[in-house]
Structure formats: C-alpha cells, structure tokens
T-cell receptor, first 110, second 114 residues
Framework: ELKVEQNPLFLSMQEGKNYTIYCNYS?????LYWYRQDPGKSLESLFV???NGAVKQEGRLMASLDTKARLSTLHITAAVHDLSATYFC??????????WGAGTKLIIKP | NAGVTQTPKFRVLKTGQSMTLLCAQD?????MYWYRQDPGMGLRLIHY???????AKGEVPDGYNVSRLKKQNFLLGLESAAPSQTSVYFC?????????????FGPGTRLTVL
C-alpha cells in the first residue's frame, strides 16, 4: 500500500528566506504532483514530475523528483508573503489513483 | 469557461438525512473524481468515473453512491448522513486518467452533519 508523507506539516518563515518541503513515498511510482491550496479555497496544480531527476521551476518554487530515493522536494527561494498556502504532494499508485500527503501549511511573515 | 463547479457550497444535515452533491465540468474531460478532505489529512478518493455511465470505488467509498449519467456531470449521494461524513468535498476532473494527467478541482462543498 502506497503511503505518502510530507514534512514538515507546518512551517512559519520570514520573507526572503529559503526553505524546502519534503515528500516521501513508500512504493515505486513514476508520477508525482504538487498542488497548492489557499485557505478556504480549492486546489491548484503546481507541478507534475514524471521521471527520475525531473526538475520543474515556476517563479520562486522549484520541485524535483528522485524516484530511487522515493523523494520529492519543493524548494522555496526568497519567500514572499503571497506564497503562504498549504502545499500538497500526491503520488500515483499502481491503480493510477492519487495518494495524497497530509499537506504542509506554510506561513510567510512579512 | 467555468471549469469545475460544485453545488451547493455549504450544507448542514441532520443525522439520517440524505442529499446529493452536484459536480459539473465544461472541459470535456473523461475522468471525474470525488474526494473528501478532513483536517490534518490529505485528500481521500471516494469514487471516480472513467467515462459517462461508469463509476468505480476509491479509497473510502462506504456510505456514498455516485452516478455519471452525462459526461459533464458527476453526482455524489449520501443516503443516510452520519457525523463521520462531516468534511469538505472536492470534485475534480481530468482529460486522461489520473496517472497521466493533472486534475482540475472544483471550489469544494463544506458539509456538516449534526
């Protein structure tokens, strides 16, 4: 059974700092997704990572995937307040269903 | 282009009551999904559909039924609501199967069962 763990679950940081969110999963998968959710809102797709070594970047966010380590990271560079949200990773299992992490609530203080 | 819409946005039920949540998408997507989101947890798949007239069980299907009579609509029913079904429900859709395509989410329905 595929399990997905994110850490940290909560992160409070200052604007301008860098930080990384980690997403570990327990069994082999070749697709990993990152989503963003603002409070009380729906989920918005950020990245889809399809292969080992894949790296995607959008603005101050960069996601990478290491399928051998079963690890994805979401790196935030020079954080700004607008990036405050909850970030979820989700991994495709053998039945092609998405298994979701619990989410990382990110608060960026001005 | 409205994307994925959900009706209603909020609902309060008493234990034992029934209700239907409606999801509609205008992107001509084949695949549609119902999830529930509980505090401190990731989304959990309730049921999904791979096309008009087809449905399948997800991770947590008990207590729910679904129907996909039209390609653009996916209905989630609660026949006899229980407090454990208090949650936020999200509908999503994708053109290809979940394993190969990004899902697009609706705004959610916040359901409270007293």
């Amino acid at each position: 059974e595929l399990k997905v763990e994110q850490n940290p679950l909560f992160l409070s940081m200052q604007e301008g700092k860098n930080y990384t969110i980690y997403c570990n999963y327990s069994t082999t998968s070749d697709r990993l997704y990152w989503y963003r959710q603002d409070p009380g809102k729906s989920l918005e797709s950020l990245f889809v990572l399809l292969s080992n070594g894949a790296v995607k970047q959008e603005g101050r966010l960069m996601a990478s995937l290491d399928t051998k380590a079963r690890l994805s990271t979401l790196h935030i560079t020079a954080a700004v307040h607008d990036l405050s949200a909850t970030y979820f990773c989700a991994v495709s299992d053998s039945n092609y269903q998405l298994i979701w992490g619990a989410g990382t609530k990110l608060i960026i203080k001005p | 282009n409205a994307g994925v819409t959900q009706t209603p946005k909020f609902r309060v039920l008493k234990t034992g009551q029934s209700m239907t949540l409606l999801c509609a998408q205008d992107m001509n997507h084949e695949y549609m999904y119902w999830y529930r989101q509980d505090p401190g947890m990731g989304l959990r798949l309730i049921h999904y559909s791979v096309g008009e007239g087809t449905t399948a069980k997800g991770e947590v299907p008990d207590g729910y039924n679904v129907s996909r009579l039209k390609k653009q609509n996916f209905l989630l029913g609660l026949e006899s609501a229980a407090p454990s079904q208090t949650s936020v429900y999200f509908c999503a859709s994708s053109y290809f199967s979940v394993g190969t395509d990004t899902q697009y989410f609706g705004p959610g329905t916040r359901l409270t069962v007293l």
